[in-house]
């Protein structure tokens, strides 16, 4: 399969793709772009093949709770990323010059290793279903939750957590925190939270304590899969779920790949970093517009372009 970019082509100093995680997916994301373009079609029949069933149909028309599946969620919003970022560097051929980074938020790590040159597409759709049926699993050995937690910096956070047993996962902006945990100890963090004068905390539905120490059942389960898999150096700097910094060594890689499933995501390091480079456009390739969001609420005079379905992906830059 071709590369997604021209990784020869010069590098825009001033420009980032970005793409996301779960909670972006909807039933029908990806299925304009597969009508009307065949270079998406190829990648849904492709990972369609690569899994041995229909991702393609639990996309376009669900059902909402077989998206929902971690095992199935994940891959799906890989996929849906990459044909958005395929397609528009197919109708914009200036979106084939590098830009000066990559980076995505938990599975949306795989996407940007991807379009960075690092993960073949099949090895990130074999990969993805894998870390979302550990994911899966682990969710149900050892039940927990997450929510997140609006108006608290990041140290009086790390004070309810420890007061109460649980854990952050998420940094995702100032003042937008996400913790988990055994359901009880996050009940428990959510009262500390708004004692400390947190502005809203919101449970959040899902399977399981993501990005805590309750994924470490799934981190060990992918070290043999990370070992084994077609990774190579990016041909752009990917910043890191774990440190918020740059990642240009293989080896470097597969230990972000598995330290992620049970470390917090930085997105707020991240955004901040690019900030720091130079970084004034940022590109995000997937379901949704969760992290253009974040990032225009952090670096305001910032140009965030949303490539989201078929009637974004003719980029204006």
Known sequence: MAPFLSLTDPVHADRAFV?????????????????????????YD???????????????????EELQQTRNT????????????????????????????????????????????SLPF???????????????AAGDRNPGTMAAVLGLDVSDCEEVCREAGAEICNVNAP????IGGR???????????KARGA?????????????SSLMRPAADGMVQPVATANIGDPLIPV???????PVTAEVDIRHELVDQVCRPVQWSQTVDFLGTQGVETFLEFGPGRVLTAIIKRMLRKSNCINVNDASSVQVSL
């Open 19 to 43: 793409f996301p995680g779960q909670g972006a997916q909807s039933v029908g994301m990806g299925k304009d772009l597969y009508e009307q373009f065949p270079a998406a079609r190829e990648l």
């Open 46 to 64: 492709r990972a369609d093949e690569i899994l041995g069933f229909s991702l393609s149909r639990i996309c376009f028309e669900g059902p909402e």
């Open 74 to 117: 994940q891959p799906a919003i890989a996929v849906t990323s990459l044909a958005l970022l395929r397609v528009a560097t197919e109708l914009n051929p200036a979106l084939l010059e590098r830009p000066a980074f990559v980076a995505g938020h938990s599975l949306g790590e795989y996407s940007a290793l991807v379009a960075a040159g």
């Open 122 to 136: 099949d090895e990130a759709v074999r990969l993805l279903r894998t870390r979302g049926e550990l994911m899966q």
């Open 175 to 178: 003042g937008q925190i996400v």
């Open 183 to 193: 359901r009880e100890a996050v009940v428990r963090a959510l009262d500390y939270a």
């Open 199 to 211: 502005v809203k905390v919101i449970p959040l539905s899902v399977s399981g304590a993501f990005h």
């Open 239 to 245: 910043v890191a779920n774990c440190t918020a910094m």
